[in-house]
């Protein structure tokens, strides 16, 4: 095989690749001027969140006081801007609507977003909370926000709940995959979640698309809130959009490598043990184990 | 301890670190001219890989219709002759051959991995379409080429597979564990998987080396496929290449946590329940579950 | 919502992220000149102690026998400098000491932390030759190092348990995060591990901060060294730094996604099987298993 | 002077500079959505054309017959792409129209100017070819396209020239600029120039915006073809776009340092010598020189 | 030659190179803590100044009146940090002090530096309004300020001179060489120079360090303000800092390659023609050119 | 002119770029695996030449005595490695040699070259010496090295001058252009210059390829050292290699603007005054000025 039956390969290999039918499956066709989502813009976007809600910690680390409004003005204004990008992207994907209905509900879409900052910081510092009390390894909150992957998890979680929220399609999901990637923690946005939430280790979870969590609730690493099964319509697909994953009550621990599959219910202040498949409703306050 | 005690340590260590004995065991003498697989190198070829099979997608993302072959015609140019870079090191590395043949070698089987590229794309489409019809939380494919894991991992596999098939050693681990560290999904290039596979949420999923998997499977995160035991030969060495994990028949589903061990069958049809631990040949069209 | 309303909801968001009280929960204020760790720096850190410990494998790869020291010599003087960034920047955030004596600290553990990298660098090599002898898929010593993520993840564990030993808080878990984070494998910088350690797969692995593994131990995927439960003081809050994971004696294999709870003891040469919950000592040369 | 001095002073500064009236001199205020300029873009603008226009000696070096379509392809499209956003920021900065028109008059010409890339570069082949006749110091056209400055610079005049025909504001001088602070050669894109034109050496010639330069001319360095005066209106502001800079005649050769200055005509094949300082026509076929 | 012979040389050179004796000459050897001036420091420290002297122009340019604050407020901050840390290596490169006072001074004359920011505004903008008004060809001031050499070379100047004016060793020098190198203007920090100061074209431009200037100069390229020579001291070594180089009054304008040497004095008002040589005084509005 | 106008405007070009003619006259066509000079590369050689020749003001600041070997050796081993590659790529370019011996004989060359370091790091040290005796304006020889654009114009040139010496082709003059760029002075690498050779300011000087210059020799900014003419061949085209520049003798000072052409002798001490025109032989220790 000489350079010119390699160039020949190549050269052919590329027109095979380009034409209309092979592309026709896994080609996104973009109407001009529309761009897609981008997963550098979503990194920086999650970087910027980190250094808003934790100044300090992520980010510039150096801020002060006197200093840490010009910090966060320049983060949120970037944060803005850039989500309302992503948005757009987003919402170009989902629906066929023109340029400037697009621009415009994203940008009001991603103002509301910044206009929850505050609160998302008020409900994370419940979470650094949690993180804090629940493990005897933790020497201070600062190696929880530092450290812990359940914090980024469950930050990205809570940002992509948000603009779920909002009606943004396609960007949730994708936020939270990447702290999937990050951290084994997989969480999808669509999930409810109450204050002082934390998961131990983290690798392995999955908490489904339609789980509710009460307050105060600690998972530990390999626990799925999973779909028993989930109903099909006429042609054989799955039906959107039913209710099919766990509630968790308040006050609830589910220990490493437990599966609680189904809409049932754990009741408050229950315990389920490690490496158990959980179907059934669990009653408040019960402790259920694995038998020997 | 002055700034010449810390001087002198550290010229010490160094001196430590650099003589013959202390090199010996991790070491990798390099011969003239001879590189070694670059990290960095495979991740572009990663990027590059999923620019060419999902255009629209990954790389640059505004391609439409009419520009598309430039795209397509630069990224595979890139692509192969950082393959063949690529395919060199992972030669060198295993044989002791002269620069001239790697060269040659490593160039042809290059072109012939980028002649498979539009068969890849083929099969990677009913894997998407595999994970969209089997997820009710999927909103659409874009959705799912965006952001589910599996696609990545069985990506990156279907790419190693291809590698492994024309001779290249040490590479398509590499590109396998690439995938592994972001998705936590470890597919052994060796595998041999058909199409309209898919994995939900995936992490934890270990696929061994002499596995065998029909088409339309489905597992779920934390299944293992893996050797009960291995034999040893007259050294107490693990004896390589021995067919020693799981044949799985077409239409299975293995539900999360599950471990299947050794070289049995799972047969076509066949449920197997979460958390459980099948050692022995599976019926098909029979359902298994973890005893309460 | 016009551009003015936008540019409202910003700055008031602004305002509201930065008040003393909305900061109060979740912001770590500085001293003048003090610094935060840098993630930056402690990937750096990890790269250049890869370079070091498997020259020819990670860094510049073309290193040769005769120029190896001035490599191994410029990557352990930037490795030094970092090293005591970095330590400064953990003791400060531990301890309220004047600037001289952190400084002076710092670089003093620093350069001790250095002049332990020829024993670390004998240690990871028994680690290597455990991986290489217990898997029949590995080919070469080379796939071991440029693949496995157990050598990852342990080598980052090697050397943040020096850090622990020289009394550097916050660091060393952020560097076993990182490791958790790339390889899934979470291992407490507390925990004290014999030579030939390997782990296979490796995602989903928890070892605690007060495990005591011995030599020539092996654990498979999804395997957790945890605690049972922990202490609580008169407040409720979990006290620090009791012994509350297993011992696991020499020669002890753990298959996959057991769980062993608590400060029990696995006596030497016991197997562990997969998917099983052990909260009670093993005999030394036990075989546990899971029921059928 | 402690910290909190120092940070008071910082604030205070940012106060002042912030305020109204300290901006109102220096401050582009942008309306909502309008981006400046970017040197950004533009160098790599600048870097795009160089590739198109002379492929295999910039941008991907390795193009060959066979490829180069798809190199020129992908190129072409992120110059017109980026060529577009930066036509419409010179539009925004000059004119107060609305941004349907902006975008729109920016696509438009930025595919103009694609559209005379061809004949860009058959204009550039004759100045290169032009500076190796000329220089008995220029071993191959390579050298010249290589290295010389008169290259680069005419490059970035005949393509700032082309954007100025197409009534782009402000983007022509920027990229004349950036061709001065990189070769020392300052040409205004209003001035015309024929074919088959260099400069050798370059540093410190300047050639005004009405200049007319005719084929086959050669100027050496520090050479000025500069306004003698400017008349002035009742303001006393000088009247911008009257004709106020020589005439250069087909064939004619300028020395180093010579100073030309007013709406002064230099006729065909004249020879003007070094260091002079010339304000009166200059007959065809004439040499003039400094008096001794 | 083969490969052996090759790395002795490369090893025998740098053995050479790193001989005492070899490096005495051109070898800064550092004390311990000690860093030397950073040219990348230098040049975003530059890019700062820019961003907050011209908002809106340079820097992000998306800034508006709501948001400007913050942007100024993080750039001043960062040009602070910086600026302390490049004068402190400009001290300690000057004088053998200890650390603290290098610090600490350092850290005060950057914030006097920054509290000079307003007032370099104010003067800036008189320069941008003098180019405006003396140049025909520019169409706005958005243009001068994006493309006139002149005024970056002007604005790293009164930058430099401020920093001198505070008793800053080598950092004003290497400033004004960086605008040197970009622009070809080369103006000393130590000459002084008045308001309305403009430069056209502006390459080859000479001010020494001695000169002063009044208001409302205008020079061309290649002006020349020297020194015609200067006196020896008894070992025939330059005597430093002696008046040398000329005084000019306000309102002069000098034309292109005037060459202007020694303590003369050009009076008010006064015009210098091009290519000529002065040595001595000209009077108050006297108008002087080349002999033809 | 719609959206797909804009792309048949696009697509038309790239094709009318893309044939062969259009391309014959700029398209530098590589035969296969032969690359480029690479601007880049060379960029870096310069970075790692300075560092190694100047130890402490380049590359990483912060050596000491004790660790300078190792950075030395890493950045000759680069240095080396780079300079191999770009001498192939200016063999390849200037002769169609088989690719072996243009990979032996670039890689013998870069060894010969790298012998050469410390005798030019000697013939540097005089260059800095006799700028700072020169000029009173100087504090230190450090700001000599920092800042003076001539040191790096000077370096540049005799590393250029040893390539040229050593037969490389192509690459010696991209080398003096890079300085020329940075610097406004160019140096023909063919020129011959003595020790103790400076410039001051230097903008605008031109040293053409056959000048042979001695030592203590001093140029000040806008010298020329030209050709007076160049005779032509039958062709018309000029004979290349006749030495057709100034002979300058040792000890010579030449002010600046002042023009030298031809194969003359400037006599050793001889003075040259600014703004003149040289163009016959000047007597030893002889002193010519402008006529006034």
Redesign the interface.
Known sequence: ?D?R???S??????????E?E??G??????S?G?????GKALHRIVELARA??????YGN??????????????N??EL??LMAQQIEAGLA??ADEPKEWLE?QA??RA??F??K??EL??T??TD?EAAY?????A??K??I?????AIRAIANYRIAHELLLLGV??IP??IT?MA?????I?I?P?AKIGNYFTID?G??V?I??TCIIGNNVKL???V?L??KS?PLDEKG??????A?HPIIGDNVIIY??A?I?GRITIGQGAVV?????VTEDVEPGARIV???
Request: hydrophobic share 30%; aromatic share 8%; with cysteine.
């Open positions: 095989m350079s039956d390699i160039t390969i190549l050269t052919d290999t590329v027109g095979k690749l380009s209309g092979a592309l499956m896994l080609f996104h066709r973009h001009a529309d761009i897609g989502p981008s808003i809600l934790f100044p300090g910690y680390t150096r801020v002060d006081g006197q200093t840490i409004a010009y910090h966060i003005g320049v949120v204004e803005y801007s994907h989902a415009q940008k009001e103002a509301k910044v206009s900052l505050p910081r008020r994370l510092a650094v009390n629940g493990d005897p390894a020497t201070s600062g190696e926000i530092y450290c812990y992957p399609p396609l999901r994708i995959e999937h990637s990050e951290t084994g997989d999808h669509g280790h690798t392995g999955v489904g698309e530990y690493q390999g799925t999973g779909a989930f697909n799955p039906i959107k959009g039913i099919r490493s490598n599966t599959l043990g490690g490496n158990i498949w694995q038998r020997k």
